[in-house]
């Protein structure tokens, strides 16, 4: 039972090399999409291995066992093995709500106040123009959905590139691309190896917007300089700009500029591998962590005098 266990906690190590390499191989939209449910399911089934741990570890106190009508002892490893795990899984529980709450309150202050200083301004349609002298512009995801744009950035791009600009943001919004952006952050703080997946997952968001943009333009090359200049207008500030708010100018805009001028990407027999192997790590975590919590329940019923070995 303990071994199972441990297979969804040293899954996500591998999760941001294959990310990496999932990337340039599988459409940006298909990218986004694998990366981002692998993701959130090893994030899943790493906390439901640190939760069975931590029960273990609560079932040897004789309080909790007697709460559960233990009449048995539960049969499990040697408590040099169990106890030291379940101490472990409760710091680690403990740490991952407490980060994940300080960063939900700030991201929460963040968009609120996006929101209000969205709201003083005049919209035309769904663009929002805040004037600033620092070049921004960013997908702000809400009801109504806005596209929130300094004067700034206006000022440092051409009518055209203005166009590649909103046409990638508004991807953004009706990709709710936010969405993958949470999943991202949130499953950052369940496994500290999946940390590094965030900015994959965020070039992938990027990387899809990026081409919405370019065909509804219809010009790779116009949303390649529109990228590459809104980019280079905006590294200045972020004007307080919410973390899961998706932007033209994040990501590794060169690594974007040089897909954008490239073919479109096609299928590839290596995509496939690199999607399968994704989907292994995947349903291999899933299957282990169930596995295991079905055998602890077992183990527990038979504590309980309920069923036999």
Request: charge should be positive; include cysteine.
């Amino acid at each position: 039972m303990t071994a199972l266990l441990l297979v969804p906690l040293l899954l996500p190590f591998a999760m941001p090399a294959l990310a990496r390499r999932a990337l340039p191989r599988l459409a940006p939209v298909t990218a986004l999409w694998v990366i981002t449910v692998s993701t959130a399911v090893l994030a899943g089934c790493a906390l439901a291995a640190l939760g069975a741990f931590m029960l273990i570890g609560l079932l040897k106190l004789p309080f909790v066992a007697g709460l559960e009508e233990l009449v048995r002892p539960l049969p499990t490893a040697s408590d040099l093995v169990v106890v030291p795990a379940a101490a472990l899984s409760v710091g680690a529980l403990a740490v991952c709500l407490a980060t994940l709450a300080r960063a939900a309150l700030r991201e929460f202050q963040a968009f609120r106040n996006a929101h209000t200083e969205a709201g003083r301004r005049p919209a035309a349609g769904d663009l929002c123009v805040v004037d600033s002298p620092h070049p921004d512009a960013y997908a702000l995801p809400g009801r109504p959905h806005r596209i929130v744009v300094t004067t700034a950035m206006l000022r440092s791009l051409d009518a055209a590139e203005r166009e590649v600009l909103f046409a990638h943001e508004r991807a953004h919004n009706h990709g709710g691309h936010h969405y993958f952006l949470a999943v991202a952050e949130l499953a950052a703080h369940c496994h500290p190896a999946l940390r590094p997946v965030r900015g994959s997952i965020r070039l992938a968001a990027e990387r899809a917007a990026d081409e919405a943009a370019a065909t509804a333009v219809g010009d790779r090359r116009l949303t390649a300089r529109a990228i590459a200049r809104a980019a280079l207008a905006g590294q200045e500030a972020r004007s307080g700009r919410p973390e899961l708010a998706a932007a033209a100018t994040s990501g590794p805009v060169p690594q974007r500029v040089k897909a954008l001028l490239a073919a479109p990407p096609v299928p590839r027999r290596a995509a496939a591998w690199i999607a399968a192997l994704l989907v292994a790590c995947t349903v291999t975590s899933c299957a282990s962590s169930a596995t295991g919590m079905i055998d602890f329940h077992h183990r527990v019923e038979i504590a309980q005098g309920e069923e036999t070995h």
